[in-house]
T-cell receptor
């Protein structure tokens, strides 16, 4: 079973629309990471969240961490074709930097 | 900085052959991770090192897989003998606590 579940698994949105991707953990989170992967390429680090209630933004992407719910959300405002790719959440599940990843969310942005 | 360097980028080998994947982490990074990515299983953590010492190898699928980190600037992942089900993209990542940089990956095809 997956320790990190992402939803939705895939998403098609129209350019300009907002969207949210969720990441839920079955265990206590010691650090939550968001990465983006373009098809056929490596992972690009977006941001890391450590404390409950923490929120970070990078350009039009905002991520929040709800420590009590063991959940994080990634929100994209006014999506663009350049946002297309696979979004992966990763987490340190035991406090020893053992970084495991979720199932991924495939995002397509249609013009 | 050149980032995390993996070689080769692509490898095609015959079943039963030995395969060695290489990784040069970013200088100064004390954590190094090896991952395998497939469509079916997503991104799986195989093994990770801290200061050249293996911390957790519970993700290594079988005895056919082995990984070494002889010094802070080099790591290898070896598969001997290789099997068709080992076909995947193998990623190396390095970092300090708080964010990890991924290499471009090695696409392995075992025929």
């Amino acid at each position: 079973s997956q320790e990190l579940e992402q939803s939705p698994q895939s998403l098609i949105v129209q350019e300009g629309k907002n969207l949210t991707i969720n990441c839920t953990s079955s265990k206590t989170l010691y650090g939550l990471y968001w990465y983006k992967q373009k098809y056929g390429e490596g992972l690009i680090f977006l941001m890391m969240l450590q404390k409950g209630g923490e929120e970070k933004s990078h350009e039009k992407i905002t991520a929040k961490l709800d420590e009590k719910k063991q959940q994080s959300s990634l929100h994209i405002t006014a999506s663009q074709p350049s946002h297309a790719g696979i979004y992966l959440c990763g987490a340190d599940m035991g406090g020893f930097q053992k970084l495991v990843f979720g199932t991924g969310t495939r995002l397509l942005v249609s013009p | 900085d050149a980032g995390v360097i993996q070689s080769p980028r692509h490898e095609v080998t015959e079943m039963g052959q030995e395969v060695t994947l290489r990784c040069k982490p970013i200088s100064g990074h004390d954590y190094l991770f090896w991952y395998r990515q497939t469509m079916m299983r997503g991104l799986e953590l195989l093994i990770y090192f801290n200061n050249n010492v293996p911390i957790d190898d519970s993700g290594m699928p079988e005895d056919r897989f082995s990984a070494k980190m002889p010094n802070a600037s080099f790591s290898t992942l070896k598969i001997q003998p290789s099997e068709p089900r080992d076909s995947a993209v193998y990623f190396c990542a390095s970092g300090l606590r708080g964010g990890y940089t991924f290499g471009s990956g090695t696409r392995l095809t075992v025929v």
